[in-house]
């Protein structure tokens, strides 16, 4: 008679360093899976123990006794169900991502990471040594499974190994980064696997935000045929049950999210443990009554509750009575705090200040920027009295091409919409509307502008963004040359302009905020290029 088998998923958000509160989390989750799911196993994510990513947090000189005792912890805490567990191990020859299996106070079985990811925003040959050790296979009440860690199902060889080794399933434990498009992506990775070894898979993610990386969750279970088994929910953390019997996994599937969805609740999450993590009280944000400033509005409303969200409203000579109504109306709608600060007064003191040096020169951008860090200085100052971290309201396109103040609008803690193209955040915006209308339609169809002079439009300063943002995307994210992106159909002048521009806003960049990933490839630690180089044609 086959035995069936029950398998637990532990979702888990984890803070990168807190090992007693990670540790917590693992043995509550144990306890559930084995006391209300009657689980004979619970898989917890890659590096549970200690987080992910830790970066040079490895290096610190009493973090291989804090991982022993975190992991003695666990051992003699849970009994009557397997718990997979992984952490950094310490090895006299180096430092493994490793994953060990315990059973009633016992090690039942180990597993090295072999496939270090070293590329986009990972960094994993920094401090890991590769496993050469074959994939681990162990026994669970008469059946053979098999154990790995993350990028080992992005290459064949590990899931070989198991199948070799005679294991009936693999189980792989992750901490794998959310994008657009991921989850799909790993879809399709797993059933390849699958097809290729003839095992099921069983793949465990973590949720949630650490720093400029979030975490969807999203765990799935794929059958040898490539069929969905399981899907866990998209940033929810949870402990999850399916079942293996007759060789094959089944459980429930969560819904898939759209595309818009998928990216709202990834800056949500991002903004909310960001915040919550770092021990800010609330967040404070420039309310212009624009579209990135109303998107962040709702994302830090939905993320933290209203009652933790300051919207200022920071009106100057150039700004419209619309803009102001518009920016009181949706703090309405959302029922945060608001509060008016005009800039006139520091605006035309910095004027007359400047005058004797700026005589005989006309205006230009910079009077235009006296405006933007008028108001990044009003926001700190109430940040440094009041607690409450600034969101800067800049977008990926922004960011992209240095249509942002450096100590103006750039000033803040945190950029949830770094990473976000202005097309998203239109498309963001009319999503979340749709769930109940927080932004005024006016917001969504106004030509998007900052104001900063009489009649002006980013129009006038850049290209259209449904023209800029493909430029961008086949630049950034693709690393095409200018040559291959005129071949897509834009015009010659317009693609070298806006490299042009992306290539010397480098230092702009390298001064902004941390915020989200979620495309392809982010500014940061994913896009790695000197400010100070020369690849016009490159």
Same mark, same amino acid.
């Given at each position: 008679?086959?035995? %069936?088998?029950? @398998? ?25 899976? $084995? ?20 970066? !040079? ?54 597993? %090295? ?12 040959? %920094? ?5 050469? %050790? ?17 990028? =080992? ?58 720093? !400029? ?11 040898? =045929?490539?069929?969905?088994? @399981? ?12 079942? @293996? ?26 903004? $909310? ?90 205006? !230009? ?92 439009? !980013? ?80």
């Amino acid at each position: 008679m086959t035995t %069936r088998l029950t @398998f637990a998923i532990a979702q888990l958000n984890l803070w990168v360093g807190d090992i007693d509160g990670n540790v917590g989390k693992i043995i509550e989750a144990a306890r559930r899976a $084995r006391d209300e799911l009657g689980a004979d196993l619970l898989l917890t994510p890659e590096l549970s123990l200690l987080g992910y990513p830790p970066d !040079d947090l490895l290096l610190r000189g009493a973090l291989p006794q804090a991982v022993a005792a975190g992991l003695r912890k666990i051992s003699e805490a849970v009994q009557g169900i397997h718990v997979v567990v992984g952490y950094p191990e310490f090895a006299d020859e180096g430092l493994y991502n490793a994953a060990v299996v315990f059973r009633d106070g016992q090690q039942i079985a180990q597993s %090295r990471k072999q496939l270090l990811p070293n590329y986009g925003v990972f960094d994993e040959k %920094r401090h890991f040594l590769a496993g050469t %050790r074959a994939t681990s296979v162990f026994e669970l009440r008469g059946h053979r499974v098999g154990l790995c860690i993350c990028e =080992d199902v992005w290459g064949p060889n590990p899931a070989a190994a198991a199948k070799a080794a005679g294991a009936e399933l693999l189980l792989n434990i992750n901490a794998s980064p959310f994008n657009l498009g991921k989850p799909e992506q790993r879809l399709e990775i797993l059933r390849a696997r699958t097809q290729e070894s003839a095992l099921p898979i069983i793949y465990a993610n973590c949720v949630g935000g650490q720093d !400029d990386l979030v975490f969807d969750g999203g765990s799935v279970a794929v059958n040898v =045929d490539g069929a969905l088994a @399981f899907r866990a929910p998209l940033f929810e953390e949870g402990v999850y049950a399916l079942q @293996f019997e007759h060789g094959s996994l089944r459980g429930d599937c969560a819904e898939e999210l759209p595309r818009a969805a998928q990216a709202y609740r990834a800056l949500v999450q991002a903004t $909310r443990d960001y915040v919550d993590r770092n021990g800010f009280p609330g967040v404070l944000l420039g309310l212009s009554g624009g579209i990135d400033s109303a998107l962040i509005a709702a994302i830090a409303a939905d993320a933290l509750g209203p009652e933790r969200v300051w919207g200022v409203s920071m009106p100057s000579r150039y700004t419209l009575d619309m803009s102001n109504e518009d920016a009181r109306i949706e703090a309405e709608r959302l029922g945060i705090r608001y509060s008016t600060l005009p800039i006139e007064a520091p605006f035309k003191a910095m004027l007359e200040t400047l005058a004797p040096s700026f005589e005989g020169k006309p205006l !230009d951008v910079t009077e235009e920027n006296l405006q933007s860090r008028c108001r990044g200085m009003l926001l700190m100052a109430l940040s440094n009295k009041f607690g409450p971290v600034v969101l800067t309201t800049g977008n990926k396109s922004e960011m992209a091409v240095g249509y942002a103040t450096l100590y103006g609008d750039m000033c803040g803690g945190f950029a949830p919409l770094k990473d976000v193209y202005k097309t998203l955040v239109y498309e963001l915006a009319q999503w979340r509307n749709q769930q109940s209308e927080v932004i005024p339609p006016r917001v969504l169809t106004r030509p998007p502008t900052a104001e900063l002079r009489p009649d002006q439009k !980013d129009s006038d300063s850049l290209p259209p963004y449904d023209v800029l943002d493909p430029i961008l995307e086949a630049y950034v994210e693709d690393s095409r040359s200018i040559a291959q992106i005129v071949a897509l159909g834009f015009e010659d002048a317009t693609v070298a302009r806006v490299a042009g521009l992306v290539r010397r806003s480098e230092y702009k960049r390298r001064q902004a905020p941390p915020g989200p990933k979620i495309t392809r490839r982010a500014f940061g630690r994913e896009r790695r290029y000197p400010i100070t180089a020369v690849y016009r044609d490159l």
